[in-house]
Each structure stands twice: as structure tokens, then as C-alpha cells.
């Protein structure tokens, strides 16, 4: 399974930037796709995540700023940051939990997946 994440950059206080992330390759059945952020120095941590059903679960810091979302069929999602600040800056990285083949999802086992992570810049 290959995570090609596209849409970091740079951006002043108050704007707005896209990401993007397309999952390929052998999946039998996403179950989550989401963002995480990794400040320098600090462990990733979760920014946002949605389920196959539309579900989604926010970090504090960014609920009514940002909003994900997904394709389920061309297998993509999405987070549009809004009203982005200098804290939101970080290595943004795309994560998907799946279940590679019919076997895994009957025995409850899943896959996680990582992108290679795009960079958000926000100046004060």
C-alpha cells in the first residue's frame, strides 16, 4: 500500500491550505484514513481521522478550523485547514488503517500505513 500525500506549503496566519492523500496498491478494505502532525521534537499526533462511514474525531486544536473528509471509492482524503496559526506549523502525514486481505478483516487484524509526510508552514 502506497500513501502519496500532496497540498503542504506555506501560508500566513489567518489562511487556508489543502491537503491531500491517495491510498494505491493491494487494499482489501480501508477502515480509517486520517492526519497526523509532528512538531520537531515531539511524538506524531493525531489531527484528525474519518472512518468508512463518514465518522470523524478531531484534536481539540484544530476542531472548527479544519475539516477532513474522503472519497471511498478512489480511496483519497482530504483536510482542509482553515484559519491556520503559527502553532498549526509541522510535518503533516497522511495514515490509513486497513485490512489487506478477507482473512485479516475475519480475524480482526489490521494494517497501518503512513505517508512520507508534507510540510505546513504558518508565519506570524
Known amino acids: 500500500v502506497q500513501l502519496q500525500a500532496s497540498g503542504g506549503g506555506w501560508v500566513q496566519t489567518g489562511g487556508s491550505l489543502r491537503l491531500s492523500c491517495a491510498a494505491s496498491?493491494?487494499?482489501?478494505?480501508?477502515?480509517?484514513m486520517g492526519w497526523y502532525r509532528q512538531f520537531p521534537g515531539h511524538q506524531r499526533e493525531l489531527v484528525a481521522v474519518?472512518?468508512?462511514?463518514?465518522?470523524?474525531n478531531y484534536a481539540d486544536s484544530v476542531k472548527g478550523r479544519f475539516t477532513i473528509s474522503r472519497d471511498n471509492a478512489k480511496n483519497t482524503v482530504e483536510l482542509l485547514m482553515n484559519s491556520l496559526e503559527p502553532e498549526d506549523t509541522a510535518v503533516y502525514y497522511c495514515?490509513?488503517?486497513?485490512?489487506?486481505?478477507?482473512?485479516?478483516?475475519?480475524?480482526?487484524?489490521?494494517?497501518?500505513?503512513w505517508g512520507q509526510g508534507t510540510q505546513v508552514t504558518v508565519s506570524s
Open positions: 495514515n490509513v488503517v486497513a485490512n489487506v486481505d478477507l482473512k485479516s478483516r475475519k480475524d480482526g487484524r489490521t494494517s497501518t500505513y
Open positions: 496498491g493491494n487494499i482489501y478494505r480501508i477502515i480509517v
Open positions: 474519518i472512518t468508512t462511514a463518514g465518522g470523524t
